[in-house]
């Protein structure tokens, strides 16, 4: 292999839509990519910013050989296309088939995120989506945890997936942690530890390369690595008796990739973040922990590392330090600079090409291991078809979108729902990068569901958090009816917040209100719902399953239980809430 040759196989880009163009081909073929990260809800576009940043450095200077690859002009709110499985697995096929054109003939890693919950990048065509991970501590059974893992492996390998950003290993220990939460599966090391192990091994035994993520662990955190870079300053005993401990399992259980966190540790290295510290990725994951596999970067565009370092220059360091694959999550010139950063490193003598080698060879390995020489772009989109609507799959995601169900509270007995009653249904409108746009995975998935057990009701729907016309409107419907149900699900992706300050303005007004919630933290309970029921996934079949309890149809798992502590901080006041100035869209996002 060539040096750009090898280079090119660091780098994850992103890939976007389901469509053809110059741009996705030639990251490909003249960047020489070894993988693409799937997040089918947008068309590619230069445009488009990734949480609100540009990636392009503007003070890179261009060595003689540098190239730009195409780049495609879109708007970056245009709304992705509804792909089915079978569609969807003809597309990576054509992609891995251009990879495996090129000169050293190596196919591609297909990853993607596919958390539960509102993480999980392919939601059409019936796909079945699981609760996060606190949903599968939550239910208590790692056997099931285990079968979670081996569904969502055989769909997905189905379509073409080779590797998985999960699990989410980091120890929740921060309540008001706004990024990890419910992408937790407790706050108790050692419960993390064994369902990330099961859910390692269900995904890994049926063709899934697993990544635990976010080393060495983000549970504590009180920000969000997308927006800062957070200091923990947390001490090696305490980092070994519990942000460490899932790692330590996934490690002795054969993971095939780590991802790194965006924080600093002081206790390791008080200059840089885990993803560029040489001391955290080389001396405590590879010697100390001897850990084996691909090391993976977060996505280095974050605010945590864009803001102090330039981002050709962050992708030198980072695979100094020890990565072995860059994530990069942005579609604009930032592809080629990425690239030429690197190169201009090891011909400056700050990165050698025996590092680089390093790295290439582990991903060969993990490509080789996976058959991926031998099965890349020939999958079989009616093979596809068959699994994903098979019925064993579809009632096995029923079964655990059941269990995981817990009422908080119900202190005025407002449960079972009664036909009778007449009940305004409030639904947040999920951001659409989360929805399959179709009859499966829609805008109004629970009011849709709520018709199913009762005609009288008003239905409306909301921004995920309300603008204040839509708290006005919500307050008029109230008075025509004896109980509200809303959904207050949280999702971190929107900085505007949720529907909690909703749930007080009705509270206050005197009404009786019925709150559905992913989370179990005060952002999905809020501190004035009479009545609340956690579901722990704004995902289809958690959705419509809840408003099956509402109504008495099923009743609450008895050994499904809440996997985290909830102490008094919990009980905070909202009356600093206001609602979100009203704007069209906010696909930042993207």
Not at 69 to 82: D, L, V
Not at 279 to 289: A, D, M, T, V
Not at 304 to 328: E, H, N, R, S, V
Request: neutral net charge; hydrophobic residues 35%.
């Amino acid at each position: 292999m060539t040096l750009m040759e090898k280079i090119g196989q660091l780098l994850t880009f992103t890939r976007r839509g389901a469509m053809l163009s110059p741009s996705g081909i030639e990251q490909i073929t003249r960047l020489h990519c070894g993988g693409l990260c799937l997040e089918p809800y947008a068309l590619e576009t230069c445009k488009n910013l990734y949480w609100g940043n540009s990636q392009i450095d503007k003070k890179f200077k261009e060595p003689d050989d540098y190239f730009k690859i195409a780049n495609n002009y879109f708007n970056g709110k245009t709304f992705g296309i509804s792909i089915t499985p079978e569609d969807y697995t003809k597309d990576l096929n054509r992609l891995q088939q251009i990879a495996l054109s090129r000169p050293a003939g190596i196919p591609l890693h297909m990853t993607i995120d596919f958390e539960g919950d509102f993480k999980n990048d392919y939601t059409s065509g019936g796909i079945r989506q699981f609760p996060g991970p606190m949903g599968m501590a939550a239910i208590g059974d790692e056997k099931l945890t285990y079968k979670i893992g081996s569904i969502i492996a055989k769909m997905l390998t189905a379509i073409g997936v080779t590797q998985m950003y999960s699990p989410v290993c980091d120890v929740n220990t921060n309540p008001r942690n706004p990024e990890i939460g419910v992408r937790s599966f407790s706050d108790d090391p050692e419960i993390c530890a064994r369902h990330a192990v099961a859910l390692i091994r269900g995904l890994q035994d049926n063709g899934i390369a697993a990544t635990a993520k976010h080393f060495p662990g983000r549970g504590d955190s009180g920000t969000d690595a997308h927006d800062v870079l957070e200091v923990l300053k947390l001490d090696k005993k305490r980092m070994h008796e519990v942000e460490l401990v899932p790692f330590k399992a996934a490690i002795d259980a054969g993971v095939k990739a780590i991802m790194t966190g965006h924080s600093v540790y002081p206790t390791y290295d008080d200059k840089y973040p885990a993803t560029l510290s040489p001391r955290i990725l080389s001396g405590l994951l590879r010697e100390e922990l001897g850990f084996e596999g691909v090391i993976v970067s977060d996505a280095i565009g974050m605010a945590a590392i864009l803001k102090q370092w330039p981002l050709p220059q962050a992708c030198a360091m980072a695979i100094k330090a020890g990565c072995d694959t860059i994530l990069l999550k942005a579609d604009d010139e930032s592809r080629s600079q990425c690239f030429f950063g690197i190169k201009m490193a090891v011909e400056r003598g700050e990165l050698t090409e025996d590092r680089i080698d390093q790295s290439v060879e582990r991903l060969l390995k993990m490509k080789y291991e996976q058959g991926l020489f031998e099965t890349a772009g020939k999958n079989d989109p009616e093979k596809t078809r068959a699994i994903t609507t098979d019925k064993k799959i579809i009632d096995f995601s029923w079964e655990v979108a059941q269990k995981a169900q817990i009422v908080m509270c119900d202190d005025k007995k407002l449960l079972p729902l009664n036909p009778r009653q007449k009940i305004l249904v409030i639904e947040q409108r999920i951001p659409y990068e989360f929805l399959g746009k179709d009859p499966y995975c829609h805008t109004h998935m629970f009011c849709e569901a709520m018709v199913n057990h009762s005609q009288n009701l008003i239905l409306a729907d909301t921004a995920f958090s309300a603008f204040e016309d839509e708290i006005k409107e919500c307050l008029e419907l109230a008075k025509q009816v004896d109980l509200i149900v809303m959904t207050n699900y949280y999702a971190r992706i929107v900085k505007s917040g949720n529907n909690q300050l909703l749930a007080k303005k009705l509270k206050d007004a005197g009404h009786k209100v019925i709150v559905v919630t992913n989370n179990p933290y005060i952002e999905g309970t809020t501190a004035d719902a009479d009545t609340v029921v956690c579901n722990f996934s704004g995902t289809p079949d958690s959705i419509r399953v809840s408003t099956d309890l509402l109504f008495g149809k099923i009743k609450p798992c008895s050994t499904t239980t809440l996997p985290v502590k909830l102490g008094k901080e919990e009980a905070v006041s909202v009356k600093n809430l206001k609602p979100p100035k009203k704007h069209p869209l906010n696909l930042s996002y993207c």
